[in-house]
């Protein structure tokens, strides 16, 4: 398997140096892009909001200034965009076309612009935005509220607390699903999982 990878790799670079440079550029790039989307929290966005709930607040503080950094520039996920389509692109106007050394740059460049910026926007518009709310959420897990709508047994009412300075109210459940929890109760949230609370009732 090894062996067929090489060569198939080799076929693709061949014997001139920017046809290596653009095979290097894919291969990292590709490399880089699923680091990304599987290690650096990217895919996390899209899992289960239960993940990593046991964070501390100061560690889901960090983590929101982190994001909002990146999303206040370029996101690596349309820098590692860039070079796998200049990688790509590059090999394709050389293997296929035959495209001079001039014209093979070219079009990697402006298919990497092409396909960082789709990349940016994707990253800005719509995972941006998802990171941020599961950040902000986990940011509540121990926060300390009251019951404003009774919890019935197995059932699902509503807690109000204080974050950040604002009130804010979430549907909520009791940990222990045979428990009512009645209005006024002091609460401690333990967990949100789909935007609602899980809460444990203060001794």
């Known amino acids: 398997m090894l062996t067929l990878t ?18 290097a550029a894919l ?3 590709l490399v880089y892009s699923v680091f990304l989307l599987f290690f650096h ?21 960090d983590l929101d200034v982190d994001h909002a950094g990146e999303a206040a520039g370029v996101s690596m996920l349309a820098v590692a965009s860039f070079i796998s389509a200049f990688g790509a692109f590059g090999l394709i106007a050389v293997t296929l076309f035959e495209a001079s050394a001039v014209g093979s740059l070219i079009t990697a ?11 940016q926007a994707f990253f800005v518009y719509i995972l941006s935005p998802t990171v941020s ?25 509503q807690i109000a607390f204080v974050a950040k300075g604002s009130r804010m109210t979430y549907s909520a459940r009791s940990t222990d699903e045979t428990l009512l929890v009645g ?6 949230i333990e967990r949100i999982v789909g935007g609602v609370a899980f809460v444990s009732k203060i001794d």
Do not use: C, K
């Open 6 to 23: 090489a060569s198939i790799f080799s076929d693709m670079s061949g014997d001139s140096t920017l046809n290596l440079v653009f095979a």
């Open 27 to 29: 291969f990292v790039g």
């Open 41 to 61: 929290g990217i895919g996390e966005a899209f899992g289960d909001l239960d993940i990593d709930l046991d964070l501390d607040v100061d560690a889901d503080i």
């Open 109 to 119: 460049l402006l298919s990497g612009l092409v396909m960082g910026i789709a990349a």
């Open 133 to 157: 709310s599961n950040v902000q959420q986990t940011s509540l897990i121990g926060l300390v509220g009251e019951i404003t709508t009774p919890i019935p047994a197995n059932g699902t009412g």
């Open 183 to 188: 209005r006024g109760t002091p609460v401690r």
